[in-house]
Structure formats: structure tokens, C-alpha cells
């Protein structure tokens, strides 16, 4: 049986997650995929904090460099947040050879092409399913399944702390209160100007209009306005129409053939799907031209939503016959049946 | 560059699509999987028959053991519909070594043990994605994002015609105008029993069940009711309480840890987002442990939505390294962004 040895960079609330999956489903995955994954490493900033009861302290490190040379790990998971710290885990991760996974939008919406680059330079593979909308698939739905389709537009609420703050609005909670129980309710950052600013949601797009129309716009050069503005007036106004506010990350090709990416503030009508999609979750809606128009809906972060979205692509590198990268990662061929069939 | 000469078995509406798509993406999937699809051969019932004005007539034979028996055919794609001749087929293809598409959930749902059996035995793989709900990637969802998740439910609005035809008795028409309207529109099969009595959902509902829950319980068994017993005054009186009327298929583990499946009309209040979905979208909520609610809709049957899940699954089969299956299929790996880079 083959063995992954993976190294893990931050354990927060979506590094405690993942190292909760990979134990709960340890026996799952060598059952169903002959590997067996193994966490040889988990790089944190204080080796002191607490941690999950069963994170034995010898896998504790405090310099990434220690897991980064080390021959026998194949996968570098991600998930420290922020920029250059979390840059220097990837970049570093990627000349080291190694496969990389991250959850860090913020890194793969501003350095993408020249994290391609390293990729093709160095035979990793760089993963990133988790860096937007966490548990929906929708990075691996458009690249696997509307591979020769058209995407000719995207429409999504895709940041959970701007729509729970508009949800309670719209519920006739006011402004100042909302914002105060967004952030009892664990959904706004300690600087919650990312996620106000409509930044977080121009992040998202960059890397969904990446994959939907194959361009690469930076986040900062998106037309970006966030919710600070909207009032309780504009709320009860809306409501009184018959109508909401929503956060809408929208991209499309316009008639001379341009890719126009936006982030706004929309008034919706109730009986628009996103006007419908409250709270954390997150919606992305595609316009195919064969497939047709697609709606995905489903929490777009939390601790456990956003690990298995990770997972996903753990399991995507097992899947996939790496003999060709030289990583010695050959497992048997997926066979996600063989259990019913035995059963 | 290889080359992947494909049978087609069924040149309707699905295989109209199908040809359609392969005809105008042949480029496309070259630059990007370093493989040519070849349509080596197109049986159909009558080879007299109008065809895609592009579709030579020297590709149509009406006799399948020409496509079967023919060693340099890789994979077969199965689009006839119903049952006996289908499922000889899918068979003889799984027992010639060939890979085999279906579309058809009817032969899917009733066989799939044996079919795996099959597919073991000989070393083909057996795909389907395009037999439950068109458009929607719900089969992939679940086994490639869910893959070490627990899905705990499932409901469903996944037959347009019975959606098509409860949706226009919600806005008032009478049961026999929708009834109408859908024939005339094209949502109701020459025999519309299967629609209306709940078996085409039963179907799919079957092979969900069997992705989610790793049992298959044929079609027969699951207890089903349909729309034939819905009358105007049913959907009065549930349009004067603010609620509606789908047809929903269902299936959910039980406090026992039984896996309970139904498919049913339901009164469901038009918060739901199963409510929602109106005409010929499908949609499909998933409850899993760890990713939480998903919901997925899109466009549930049609040729191009149901040429394009095909065509996932034949690009799924590209992008595998079939080098174990002994079928020459070797390919270079995929790497759906180097387009990107590169531009």
C-alpha cells in the first residue's frame, strides 16, 4: 500500500478540520483508494497553543523549512491565510517539487500566473478548490464538466459575511445590529474591511473568471463596491418594493466579445434565485450555452465545509496517476464502485 | 496524438447533440487533452433516416455487432432509450472491453450490480452521468467532492414533465390544458406513463441513492406515487394556503439506519427552495455531514445538456490514464489550465 505523506501549514479552524477528517476517514480513504494519507508535519506559528487532543505534539514545528526538505512528504497543504507568509509556504512548496493544495484566495487571485508558472517548472500540481465558495465544487464543475462548454456568464452571492448582514437587514434588523451579530456570530474577520469593502467577493471572481473565460484579471483591477454604503433606508426600501439587496459578484461577455468583471450591491427581485440564498450561504450561478443556466448553492466557509472542499482535492492528486511527475505517487486506478458492488 | 475512435449506438436527440458537440469542439479537446475523438461508426435503426447534414452516411450502419466486434473502437456510447435493446447493447460493449457511455437511467437503475459485474470482469468502465438530470454533475458531485463526507438525505424535483406540468396548474391552467401545453411543448414522452406515475423519478432515484448510500435498490421497490391523482382542486386549495405541490424524490437514512427511498407529490410551502424550480429544471438538495445543504438545479433533460454530460464523461475517460485497462488509451495528463498560461 502506497503511503502520502503530507505536511500541513497552519491548524486553525480549517487546518483542525482537515486534521479531523483525515483521522475520522483514515480507513475510508485506504479502502477506497489503496493510499494511505498521513500527516508527517503540521507547521503553526505557536507550538505551544492548544490543539486537537489527538495532534500528537511531535508533529509540531515552527519552521516551515523543516517540512518543506523534508524527501519523503509529496503534499503541501496550506491554510495559514493572509499574503506573504502564506506566498512563501506556497512558492517555497512548489520549487521544493512538492503537489500544493491551499484555501488561500486571497494568493491565488493576485499571483495566479506566476504560480502556474512554478507549477510547470517544478512538476507540482497547485489545487484550490477550497478558495472559493468552500464547500461548493464549483472550480472542479467548470474545469470537469463544462470542459467544451461556453460559459457566457456568472452571477454569485459569494461572501457569507455580507449576505448575513443583509439577510438580518432585510429582516428589519438594523444596520449598526447586524453588523454587532455578524460578529457574535463568528462571520465577520477581526478586520472585517475585506468582507465589507466587497474585496473578499472581488477575490472570488478573479479566480472563477480565470477558470469560467480563461483571463486573469488581478482582484484590484475589478470594478469592486462593497456594502458600506447601504443603509437601513436603502433596505426598507427595497423591502418595500418587494425587492432586496444583495451582494452580486457578477462576470460576463459583453457584445464586442470582453470579459467585464463587477462586484456591486444589486437590487434583486424576491423571485431571484440569489435574491433567495440567506445567511452564510453562498450561490454561483452559470449561463451555458449548452448546458444551460446552473445554480450551485451551499455554505461558503466554516471549519469543516471548507476542510473537505480540501479533502476533494487530496483525494483529486491520489486519484490521478502522478508516475509522470515523478513524485512516486502511483495508486491503483479510481474505482469509486467497487465498494457498492462488494456490498 | 492519439486518436479515440467512438461508436455511437442512437443518433436522436441526445446522439443529434452529441455529434453536434464532437463536430464543433474537435479542436478544443485536442489543444487541451492532446487526443482526437473519432466517430468511427454510428448505428441507428434506420440508416434511410434525415440525419445532421454533416453526418456521413458511410459512418451508419443498423447492424451493432459491426461497431462491437470492431478492435480499434474504444469506447461506446449507448443513446437508443428504453430497455431490451439497450441494455444488449451496454453489455456487449462491457464484454467486448469497450469503455460504455449510457444516458439511460431505465437500464442503469435496473442493472447496475450486473453491469458492474461486467465492468470488473472485462475492463471497461461504465459511465452515466448524464442519465440523472441532464445538466447537473450531481453523480460526480457525489462520488469525486463527497468522496469521505456522510450524505444523510437527498430530495429532488428530478422529472421536468411532471414539474413542467405542476408548474403551469400553480399559475391556474387546468390539469388537462398543462397536460396539453407539455405535449405540445415537447416535456411528455409518446407513452407519458413513466413521467406521470413517478417511475422515471423512481429511476433516478435509484442511482442517487446508490452513489450516496452505496445500496441499489431497483426502481420496483422503491414506493412511488405520481401526479396522476393531483386535481385542480388539490392545487387550489394548496395555491390558497400559500404552498404548492412537487413531486419529490426522496431518500434519507432512518433513526434505525435504514435507507428509506420515496418518491410522492408533496405539499411544500413555497419557501422551499424545491418549490422554486419550475418547468423542465431539476434540482437536488444533498444534506452531508460535513459540507452541509447543497443544492443543485439546472436544466434536468434536453439534447445539448444531455449531449454535454456525455461528453464529460467521454473527456472523464480521456483524462484517466487507461494504461492499467490495457486499452491504449494512454494520454498526456490533463492540465486544464495550461490554456490560460499560455495566453
Redesign the interface.
Known sequence: MCVINVALFGCGTVGG?LWQ?LQE?RE??IR?FGVEVNVAGVCVRDIEKERAADLPRTLLTDDPSVLLSDPSINVSIEMIGGEREALDVVTLALEAGHHIITANKLIVARHL?AL??L??GFGGTLRY?AAVCG???VL??I???????RITAIRGVVNGSTNFILSRMAEGVSRADALALAERSGFLEADPRADLSGADAAQKLSILA??AF???LPPERIATCGIEEITDLDIARATSRGETIKLVAEARIDSEGTVVLEVAPRVLALTD?LA?VQNEINIVELE????????????GA?S??T???V??DL??LV???YS??GRGLLV???R??????A?
Chains 1, 2 share one sequence.
Open positions: 478540520g477528517i476517514e475510508r480513504i477506497r500566473p502556474r508558472r507549477e510547470r478548490g464547500s461548493i465544487p472542479k464543475i474545469d470537469e464538466t463544462l470542459t467544451v462548454d480565470a477558470h480563461g483571463v486573469h434565485p433567495q451555458c450555452e449548452r448546458a444551460g443556466v446552473q445554480r450551485y448553492t451551499g455554505p466554516g469543516l465545509p476542510a473537505n472542499a479533502v476533494t483525494l483529486d486519484a490521478s496517476d509522470s511527475a491503483e486506478q479510481l469509486p464502485w467497487s465498494a457498492l458492488i456490498a
